[in-house]
């Protein structure tokens, strides 16, 4: 009898584990501290954008929170850099590093006012400046790190496998990023772009 409870415990224990393990992440501290700075600093304050590069880049990462509906109306894969320039990465695809150097082909962490519209060369030819607004993020305009589309991204998750690599750009798919793009246009206020990690 002792054993049949303990095993039915255990399972209980290990079960509830993986359940709370799969529950997304709780972002409320993230939400409230991005409208603050938002409302301080003269940004939208009718949504932002979050990316969470410590979450695998076959699953959606890139989030766009409503702060209105308190919730996020959208999501999607985004890519995060190889990082391989100054020094061999060979965890590239399973983990994000950071770097602020110019030609480092790094992510680099912080909050972003999201600049000019441009065209580019890839996707749907169309990009947005980057303007970082942190000292882990700050030479984005000099290192060309904008917000823009590559075919090459899928539109829906593609977990186990992995995103592409990018050089430091956060980089969407074409579907998703006219999306953002129809959004961006709309915009009266500077919208901000915060990578986590």
Same mark, same amino acid.
């Given at each position: 009898?002792?054993?049949?409870?303990?095993?039915?415990?255990?399972?209980?224990? =290990? =079960?509830?584990?993986?359940?709370?393990?799969?529950?997304?992440?709780?972002?409320?501290?993230?939400?409230?501290?991005?409208?603050?700075?938002?409302?301080?600093?003269?940004?939208?304050?009718?949504?932002?954008?979050?990316?969470?590069?410590?979450?695998?880049?076959?699953?959606?990462?890139?989030?766009?929170?409503?702060?209105?509906?308190?919730?996020?109306?959208?999501?999607?894969? @985004?890519?995060?850099?190889? =990082?391989?320039?100054?020094?061999?990465?060979?965890?590239?695809?399973?983990?994000?590093?950071?770097?602020?150097?110019?030609?480092?082909?790094?992510?680099?962490?912080?909050?972003?006012?999201?600049?000019?519209?441009?065209?580019?060369?890839?996707?749907?030819?169309?990009?947005?400046?980057?303007?970082?607004?942190?000292? /882990?993020?700050?030479?984005?305009?000099?290192?060309?790190?904008?917000?823009?589309?590559?075919?090459?991204?899928?539109?829906?998750?593609?977990?186990?496998?992995?995103?592409?690599? /990018?050089?430091? =750009?956060?980089? @969407?798919?074409?579907?998703?990023?006219?999306?953002?793009?129809?959004?961006?246009?709309?915009?009266?206020?500077?919208?901000?772009?915060?990578?986590?990690?």
């Amino acid at each position: 009898m002792r054993k049949i409870v303990l095993i039915t415990l255990l399972s209980f224990i =290990c =079960c509830n584990n993986s359940k709370s393990e799969a529950l997304p992440k709780d972002y409320n501290a993230k939400h409230t501290e991005a409208l603050a700075f938002c409302k301080k600093n003269g940004f939208n304050e009718d949504y932002y954008f979050l990316i969470d590069l410590s979450i695998h880049s076959g699953k959606n990462r890139f989030f766009v929170y409503d702060f209105k509906q308190q919730k996020i109306i959208d999501q999607n894969l @985004v890519t995060h850099g190889s =990082c391989d320039m100054l020094e061999d990465n060979d965890e590239k695809w399973e983990k994000a590093k950071f770097n602020n150097k110019n030609d480092s082909h790094c992510s680099a962490k912080g909050k972003y006012k999201i600049g000019k519209r441009d065209t580019s060369a890839w996707g749907i030819k169309i990009k947005y400046w980057l303007h970082g607004l942190e000292s /882990s993020n700050n030479n984005a305009v000099s290192r060309v790190v904008v917000l823009h589309s590559w075919d090459a991204v899928s539109d829906k998750e593609v977990y186990p496998n992995y995103s592409p690599l /990018s050089w430091g =750009c956060p980089a @969407v798919s074409d579907a998703f990023m006219t999306k953002l793009d129809t959004k961006l246009q709309k915009a009266v206020k500077p919208v901000l772009l915060w990578i986590v990690d």
